[in-house]
C-alpha cells in the first residue's frame, strides 16, 4: 500500500491508502475528519465538497494519489474557530434542518465568495447547484451567502 | 383553552403517568407520580448533575442539562423541547445544554420520531418536567429560607425571597431540591404567562453542524471497529441463492465476508420490521473504501422468491400478509391499478344518493391521478453502528423509532431487550425512512459474527435500491354540479401498491350530500412505507387539484369555492362523522389570501392555492409561478399555518419551508421506477432532486394565532404544496396536470 504526504488545512499527513482511494475516505476513516459527509460517491450531491486549492472539489471523486502538493482544506480547517463570516451567518439565520448537508454547502459558498465576493443570484445558483439539501433549506442558504456577500 | 383539552389521563405501561384537571387560577394542576426519581448528592461539592427528573439534570455551576427523549432528524426538537422544559422551569436560556436521550422506556413516554407527533404527544409530559423540577427547588429554598414556597418567585435560573431579600441559583439548590417529595399536585403555565415559548431560539445545535463535529450516526467510531457494507438481490422478488465469498476474503483490507441472514425463522415481524432482503451478503474490512470496492466485485447468485405469507405483528394484533413473488415493473403496476379501478370497489363511505345526484346534476367532472413511488433519499445514507458482547448488545446511530426496533434485535442476537443500549445520533434526514431501522439489526448480527463492534454504512446505491418507498397510487375523482353550479356528488375511488390512498372521512366527506369513497390495493413485494404522510401526499396533491378545475367549471373563485365547502360541514354537516374541523380549514385558506394578497395580485400574476388536513394540522398555501430557462417554476410561495401554540417560530418556519421545497421538488422531478423488480435509478445522477436553483424565489410562512395545545409541522405543510404549484402552472401553460413527475409533461409542451 503507497504512502502519500498530504497537505491538509495547512499540516502535513502521512496516510497509508490505495492509490484509488477517495480523499473522503482518508478524511474520515484514516484523519478522523468527519465534517466531510458521504453523501452519493459520485460527485452529484456536494455533500463532501473540500477545498483544493482554495477551489471547491467533490472529495468522494478525488483520488488520494491525484493529491500531490496541493492544498486541501476541509471544513475543520475553514476557520479557526468556527468563526467564518458563513458559519456565523449559518447559524444566526437558522440555515441548517437536520444539517448533514451543511458543511458541503459552506464549503462550497466559501469557494464562491472567495472568487466572486459580489455574487448575484444567478451566480449563486450556478455555484451551488451541485449541492442538494433534502431538507430543503435553499431559499436560507441564498440569503445566508447575500449576507455575508453584503457585509 | 377549553376544559376537556385538559381532562385526560395517559397511562405509561405499568404506571399511571399522569392525570390532569382544570386549576381555578387559570393554569393547569397536574398530578403525578414522576417517571425517573430523582438522586439525592452527597454533600461533597463536585460538580456532578444533579437529576431532578428523567428530563433535567442540574449541576452545581447551574448548567442544566435538558434531555430530549425523541429522536432529532431535523425537526428542531433538540431545540424546542428544551424550550418547553426550560419555560416551565423558569430557567435561563442561556444555561440550558441539549442532549439527545438514549432509548430510555422507564424514563421517557414516547421515543418516536413520526406522524408529526413528537411536540404533540411530548408537550404535557415536558411542561410537567419543568414545573416539577421547578418546583422541588422552590421547595428546596423555602426549607433553607424558612418561608411558604408560595412566597417564592423564580425567573432566569434564580430562586427569589422579595421580602426577606433571599435570592440563589438553581446550582446552589439543586443537591437539596433532588431530596424533596414532589406534592401531588402543581400548577402549570397559563399560555398567556410564556415568556420563551412563541419566541425564536436559534438551533442549539447550529455550532456544531456548521463546524463539522461528529453529530451523524455516519460519524459515530469506537477503538477497534470494524467497517461493514452489504449487497442485497439487485431485484425485488430476488434474494440470494449463493456468494464467492472465498475470493472476497482474499481482497486487501477485507477481514471477513459471509452470508448473513437479519432474521430468525419463528421471528413474527412487527409494523415498523420492514425489509425485502433479509438474506444478504456482509462483507467488513479495516476501511471504508476497501469494502465498497469488495462489494462492487462480488459475484452472487440470486433466485426468485415465491409468493409466500408472513405473519405480522399490526401493533399488537396478529395477521398474515402475503408477499408475492414475480419481478414487478411499473409499466405492469400502472395497467393492472387502471384495471383495478374499473373493478367494483369496496365501498368506504356512502352519504345520500350518489348515482342519482350524478344522474341529474348539471355539470359532471371525471378525473384520474397518478403517482410513481418515491425514494426517501436521506442526504445520510442508512447506518449503524453495532457491537455484540457476551453481556449484551450496544448500537448506536440514526433511527427515529428505537422502541419498534428493539424486539427484533434483541431476538436477533438472543439477548432480552433490556440488554439492548440503543444510543440515537442526530440523524441527516428521516422523513419516514429510518422509521424502519432493518440496517440496526444488520450491525449488531454482523458484529456478533465477527465478534468486533462494527459500522455498517450503506452506499448511496444500497439506500436507494432498498428502500421503503412511498407506494405509487391511483386516484379517479367525479364531481357533480347543480344548475347553480354547487357541488352536489362526489365520488373518489383510489388504488395502489400495495395501498389506496383514501381516508374516507376527510374533506370533503362532511360537505357534500352524495358523497361515495371507495378503495382496494394491490399486492407487492417491493417494500413501502412512511413518506411524510405517503397517502395524504398523493391526495393532497390529487384532490386539490382536482378541486381548482371543479372550481373553475363552477365558475367559482378556488378559495371561495372551499370556503363555501367548509361552512356547508359547519352549518349541515352531511353523514355521522368527518374528521377535520372546518373553521380551522377554512381559517388557513383565509389567513394565506390576505398574507398572499390574493384578490389583488395582478392577472399577469399566475397563482395557485391549495389546502389539507392531516396529521392534527392545517395547511394552506399559495403559489405564483414564473418561467426560467423556457421552463414554469415556482416564484413566490405563501404559506399559513394552523398548528396551535407555535413553540418555536424560526424552527416552525424552516420545517414549512423545507416542506414547500421538499414537496415542490418531489412533484417536479420525484420518480422511483422498476424493470423487473430493479429499481431503474440508483444514485443521483438518474433520480432527480430538486436543486437551489430550482426552488422558489421566496417562502413567506404565517401561523394563526391560538392558544391550542401545539400539533406538528412535520407532515402538514407538505401535501398542499402539490397542488397549489400543479394550480399556479395551470394558470401559467393553460395546462391541466394528472401525473407526476410534473417535469414530463413540462418539458413535452
Not at chain 2, 428542531?76 to 422506556?105: C, F, G, R
Not at chain 2, 449488531?444 to 459474527?449: E, G, N, V, W
Not at chain 2, 418507498?469 to 354547487?486: E, H, W
Amino acid at each position: 500500500m503507497p504512502t502519500y504526504n498530504i497537505n491538509i488545512n495547512g499540516k502535513s499527513h502521512q496516510v497509508d491508502a490505495d492509490a484509488d482511494t477517495p480523499l473522503l475516505w482518508v478524511l474520515r476513516d484514516d484523519l478522523d475528519m468527519p465534517g466531510t459527509k458521504f453523501g452519493c460517491g459520485i460527485a452529484m450531491c456536494g455533500a463532501c465538497t473540500v477545498h483544493l486549492n482554495g477551489n471547491a472539489v467533490r472529495s468522494c471523486s478525488l483520488p488520494v494519489s491525484a493529491i500531490g502538493s496541493n492544498e486541501v482544506t476541509t471544513i475543520e480547517g475553514l476557520s479557526e474557530n468556527g468563526d467564518h463570516p458563513l458559519q456565523k451567518v449559518w447559524i444566526e439565520q437558522d440555515v441548517a434542518q437536520c444539517g448533514y448537508c451543511q458543511t458541503g454547502q459552506i464549503m462550497n459558498a466559501a469557494a464562491l465568495l472567495k472568487q466572486n465576493p459580489n455574487p448575484d443570484d444567478a451566480a449563486i445558483e450556478a455555484a451551488m447547484k451541485g449541492n442538494i439539501c433534502r431538507c430543503g433549506t435553499y431559499v436560507r442558504i441564498k440569503n445566508a451567502i447575500k449576507s455575508v456577500a453584503k457585509a | 383553552m377549553t376544559a376537556n383539552h385538559l381532562k385526560f389521563v395517559t397511562s405509561h405501561g405499568r404506571r399511571q403517568f399522569l392525570k390532569a384537571s382544570v386549576a381555578s387560577a387559570g393554569g393547569l394542576m397536574i398530578s403525578f407520580s414522576w417517571l425517573g426519581t430523582a438522586t439525592a448528592m452527597d454533600e461533597s461539592k463536585d460538580s456532578t448533575p444533579v437529576k431532578l427528573n428523567s428530563y433535567l439534570y442540574v449541576a452545581p455551576d447551574g448548567t442544566i442539562t435538558a434531555m430530549v427523549p425523541n429522536p432529532e432528524f431535523g425537526q428542531n426538537v433538540m431545540t424546542s423541547m428544551p424550550m418547553i422544559l426550560a419555560e416551565e422551569m423558569d430557567a435561563d436560556w442561556s444555561h440550558i445544554i441539549a442532549k439527545q436521550a438514549e432509548y430510555q422506556p422507564d424514563e421517557f413516554e414516547r421515543q418516536f420520531t413520526g406522524g408529526s407527533q413528537s411536540i404533540r404527544r411530548g408537550w404535557q409530559s415536558l411542561r410537567m418536567a419543568g414545573a416539577g423540577a421547578k418546583h422541588m427547588l422552590l421547595m428546596a429554598a423555602a426549607a433553607k429560607w424558612q418561608v411558604p414556597t408560595a412566597q417564592l418567585t423564580a425567573k432566569n435560573s434564580v430562586i427569589s425571597h422579595t421580602a426577606t431579600g433571599n435570592s440563589a441559583t438553581f446550582g446552589e439548590l439543586a443537591a437539596d431540591a433532588a431530596l424533596m417529595q414532589l406534592p401531588s399536585d402543581i400548577t402549570l403555565k397559563a399560555n398567556t404567562d410564556f415568556s420563551l415559548i412563541g419566541q425564536s431560539q436559534t438551533n442549539v445545535e447550529g455550532h456544531k453542524i456548521v463546524t463539522g463535529k461528529p453529530l451523524f450516526g455516519i460519524d459515530y467510531k469506537s477503538k477497534d471497529m470494524l467497517i461493514a457494507g452489504l449487497v442485497h438481490a439487485p431485484a425485488f422478488g430476488k434474494t440470494l441463492k449463493d456468494a464467492d465469498l472465498a475470493s472476497i476474503k482474499e481482497m486487501p483490507g477485507i477481514t471477513d465476508a459471509f452470508i448473513l441472514e437479519s432474521t430468525t425463522p419463528d421471528y413474527v415481524k412487527s409494523y415498523f420490521d420492514t425489509s425485502a432482503f433479509t438474506k444478504i451478503v456482509a462483507i467488513v474490512g479495516e476501511k471504508t473504501w476497501s469494502v465498497i470496492k469488495a462489494k462492487r466485485a462480488l459475484k452472487a447468485q440470486w433466485e426468485d422468491i415465491k409468493t409466500h405469507k408472513e405473519p405480522l405483528n399490526r401493533f399488537g394484533t396478529m395477521t398474515e400478509i402475503t408477499v408475492p413473488g414475480g419481478l414487478e415493473s411499473t409499466s405492469e403496476h400502472r395497467k393492472q391499478m387502471e384495471a383495478l379501478l374499473e373493478s367494483e370497489l369496496p365501498i368506504l363511505r356512502t352519504d345520500g344518493e350518489p348515482d342519482k345526484a350524478f344522474a341529474n346534476a348539471a355539470k359532471v367532472l371525471e378525473r384520474t391521478y397518478y403517482a410513481p413511488y418515491l425514494a426517501h433519499n436521506t442526504m445520510e445514507p442508512m447506518n449503524f453502528y453495532g457491537h455484540v458482547t457476551k453481556d449484551g448488545v450496544h448500537v448506536a446511530g440514526p433511527l427515529q423509532a428505537p422502541g419498534m426496533i428493539s424486539p427484533w434485535v434483541a431476538e436477533r442476537t438472543g439477548f432480552s431487550q433490556d440488554k439492548v443500549r440503543i444510543e440515537v445520533t442526530r440523524m441527516g434526514g428521516g422523513f419516514g425512512r429510518r422509521a424502519y431501522s432493518h440496517y440496526l439489526v444488520e450491525a449488531a448480527a454482523i458484529s456478533a459474527q465477527v465478534n468486533r463492534p462494527v459500522k455498517l454504512i450503506y452506499t448511496r446505491e444500497d439506500d436507494m435500491t432498498n428502500g421503503i418507498y412511498r407506494p405509487t397510487y391511483m386516484v379517479r375523482f367525479k364531481a357533480g354540479l347543480d344548475a347553480n353550479n354547487r357541488l352536489i356528488a362526489y365520488q373518489v375511488d383510489g388504488v395502489g401498491v400495495p395501498e389506496h390512498s383514501i381516508h374516507e372521512h376527510r374533506f370533503p366527506a362532511g360537505a357534500v350530500d352524495n358523497y361515495l369513497a371507495r378503495g382496494d390495493a394491490i399486492e407487492s413485494n417491493i417494500t413501502t412505507g412512511a413518506f411524510r404522510a405517503p397517502r395524504s401526499n398523493f391526495m393532497g396533491a390529487s384532490e386539490q387539484t382536482f378541486l381548482d378545475e371543479v372550481a373553475e367549471l363552477a365558475g367559482a373563485d378556488p378559495i371561495d369555492f372551499r370556503i363555501a365547502l367548509f361552512e356547508k360541514a359547519l352549518s349541515n354537516p352531511v353523514g355521522e362523522k368527518y374528521d377535520y374541523d372546518a373553521a380551522r380549514y377554512a381559517g388557513v385558506l383565509k389567513l394565506v389570501r390576505e398574507k398572499s394578497g390574493w384578490d389583488t395580485m395582478p392577472a399577469s400574476m399566475h397563482k395557485g392555492v391549495a389546502a389539507y388536513y392531516c396529521h392534527n394540522s392545517y395547511a394552506a398555501h399559495v403559489v405564483t409561478t414564473t418561467v426560467k430557462n423556457g421552463l414554469p417554476k415556482a416564484d413566490k410561495v405563501f404559506s399559513a399555518l394552523d398548528c396551535g401554540v407555535v413553540v418555536n417560530p424560526i424552527a416552525a418556519s424552516n420545517m414549512v419551508q423545507g416542506a414547500v421545497v421538499d414537496g415542490i421538488g418531489n412533484a417536479m422531478y420525484g420518480e422511483m421506477t422498476f424493470t423487473n423488480g430493479q429499481p431503474d435509478k440508483q444514485n443521483f445522477d438518474r433520480y432527480r432532486m430538486i436543486r437551489i436553483d430550482e426552488a422558489p424565489a421566496s417562502i413567506d410562512v404565517h401561523f394563526v394565532k391560538s392558544n391550542i395545545d401545539p400539533t406538528g409541522l412535520g407532515e402538514p405543510p407538505f401535501p398542499p404544496i402539490f397542488a397549489a404549484l400543479t394550480n399556479a402552472l395551470y394558470q401559467q401553460t393553460g395546462k391541466r396536470f394528472y401525473e407526476q413527475p410534473l417535469i414530463k409533461q413540462l418539458e413535452q409542451s
